[in-house]
């Protein structure tokens, strides 16, 4: 089976830098999202890594390591707004079914 | 450009009746996918729909079904409600079928007296 494992949690302050991971254990797939959720929000997308390496997008960027079965999304400058859950997700091939992962809430403090 | 709608946001419902909901994915966009959020499953696939046809199904019973119109706006129907059926549905829209870049609307919170 395909499953993404996260951390449940991960706190920080304003300003600093944190790093969301997910591993996974699929047998392939096309590549590593992720989304941003706010508490009573719908998700929003935030990046897709279809190669291994680092992506960047502003303050956030995403890794992924096929050969390490590992990706993350770091986020850098954090801000209160940043406070949210946020999930890996792949698309896997022959099913083409999107799997989320377990999900990270981030709770940023003054 | 608006975004994906769904109908209702909110609904209760008592053990055994059915629930439908509605979604209206971006203009444009042909394919909506279903997910299921809770708390202790996260986000759970139920089905992808793409040119009135579904692509994808996820590993739900059969009391979960759904449709796609020729305009690509959908409804997922659950028959016989069960309490643990009470859940955040998603509705997501994506341009073509497969997209990794997801729209999701604002979710129907399903409660199951």
């Known amino acids: 089976g395909q499953s993404l494992e996260q951390p449940s949690e991960v706190t920080a302050v304003e300003g600093a830098i944190v790093q969301i991971n997910c591993t996974y254990q699929?047998?392939?797939?096309?590549?590593l999202s992720w989304y941003q959720q706010h508490d009573g929000g719908a998700p929003t997308f935030l990046s897709y890594?279809?190669?291994?390496g680092l992506e960047e997008t502003g303050r956030f960027s995403s890794f992924l390591s096929r050969s390490d079965s590992y990706g993350y999304l770091l986020l850098q400058e954090l801000q209160m707004k940043d406070s949210a859950s946020y999930f890996c997700?792949?698309?896997?091939?022959?099913?083409?079914?999107?799997?989320f992962g377990t999900g990270t809430r981030l709770q940023v403090f003054p | 450009k608006a975004g994906v709608t769904q109908t209702p946001r909110y609904l209760i419902k008592t053990r055994g009746q059915q629930v439908t909901l509605s979604c209206s994915p971006i203009?444009?966009?042909?394919?909506v996918s279903w997910y299921q959020q809770t708390p202790g499953q996260g986000l759970q696939f139920l089905f992808e729909?793409?040119?009135?046809?579904?692509?994808n199904k996820g590993n739900f019973p059969g009391r979960f079904s759904g449709r796609q119109f020729s305009n690509s706006r959908s409804e997922m129907n659950v028959s016989t409600l069960e309490l643990g059926d009470s859940a955040l549905y998603l509705c997501?829209?994506?341009?073509?079928?497969?997209?990794?870049?997801?729209?999701f609307g604002p979710g129907t919170r399903l409660t199951v007296l």
């Open positions: 203009s444009g966009h042909r394919s």
């Open positions: 729909y793409f040119s009135e046809t579904q692509r």
């Open positions: 699929t047998s392939g797939f096309y590549g």
């Open positions: 997501a829209s994506s341009l073509a079928g497969g997209g990794n870049e997801q729209f």
């Open positions: 890594n279809a190669l291994d």
């Open positions: 997700a792949v698309r896997v091939p022959n099913t083409d079914k999107l799997i």
